[in-house]
T-cell receptor
Framework: QQQVKQSPQSLIVQKGGISIINCAYENTAFDYFPWYQQFPGKGPALLIAIRPDVSEKKEGRFTISFNKSAKQFSLHIMDSQPGDSATYFCAASMAGGSNYKLTFGKGTLLTVNP | DSGVTQTPKHLITATGQRVTLRCSPRSGDLSVYWYQQSLDQGLQFLIHYYNGEERAKGNILERFSAQQFPDLHSELNLSSLELGDSALYFC????????????FGSGTQLSVL
């Protein structure tokens, strides 16, 4: 059972454009939603994260939009740059407690053309 | 550099063999997580240790085992290897349990031939 569904699988954007990646989750107990960025040959790195008590979080060119009722959240990359070309993963977890695990989406390969 | 060290970077072995993957967490981090990344399954959580104790298990096969030592480094042991075990194995660390920021190592690429 895939608890976090991510789309699209791949995305091509022109430099300066907006990249949008969407995720949907099923488990309403999830209360922490991070996005990770992964470059080839490297491990995932935390980009930005949100908790469900807010609907939006912005850090520089990166924004998470969160819709609790729809159980969806998305990553927006403004003014996309070639250096943003990477694989992006959304994830979800239940913060706290002893049965912790981070559940990842399948990933989106973003290509930003110069 | 995340501060998490994984060795070896690449491992090539044959079916039926046993291998050990090693992870050194960031200085001060008590939690170590192991993940498996493959093209078809994506990033799958395997197991979580906190200060030497197992805290959670995910999709870890019985042929796989892990432990965290008193110096907080961790090892993932994979035995009776099959072709399907070929994947990228990541270790991540964080200071506490829960939905905290995870710092991932660069991974160990395992190829089972």
């Amino acid at each position: 059972q895939q608890q976090v569904k991510q789309s699209p699988q791949s995305l091509i954007v022109q430099k300066g454009g907006i990249s949008i990646i969407n995720c949907a989750y099923e488990n309403t107990a999830f209360d922490y939603f991070p996005w990770y960025q992964q470059f080839p040959g490297k491990g995932p790195a935390l980009l930005i994260a949100i908790r469900p008590d807010v609907s939006e979080k912005k850090e520089g060119r990166f924004t998470i939009s969160f819709n609790k009722s729809a159980k969806q959240f998305s990553l927006h990359i403004m003014d996309s740059q070639p250096g943003d070309s990477a694989t992006y993963f959304c994830a979800a977890s239940m913060a706290g407690g002893s049965n912790y695990k981070l559940t990842f989406g399948k990933g989106t390969l973003l290509t930003v053309n110069p | 550099d995340s501060g998490v060290t994984q060795t070896p970077k690449h491992l090539i072995t044959a079916t039926g063999q046993r291998v050990t993957l090693r992870c050194s967490p960031r200085s001060g981090d008590l939690s170590v997580y192991w993940y498996q990344q493959s093209l078809d399954q994506g990033l799958q959580f395997l197991i979580h240790y906190y200060n030497g104790e197992e805290r959670a298990k995910g999709n870890i096969l019985e042929r796989f085992s892990a432990q965290q030592f008193p110096d907080l480094h961790s090892e993932l042991n994979l035995s009776s290897l099959e072709l399907g075990d070929s994947a990228l194995y990541f270790c991540a660390s964080s200071l506490r349990t829960g939905g905290e920021k995870l710092f991932f190592g660069s991974g160990t690429q395992l190829s089972v031939l």
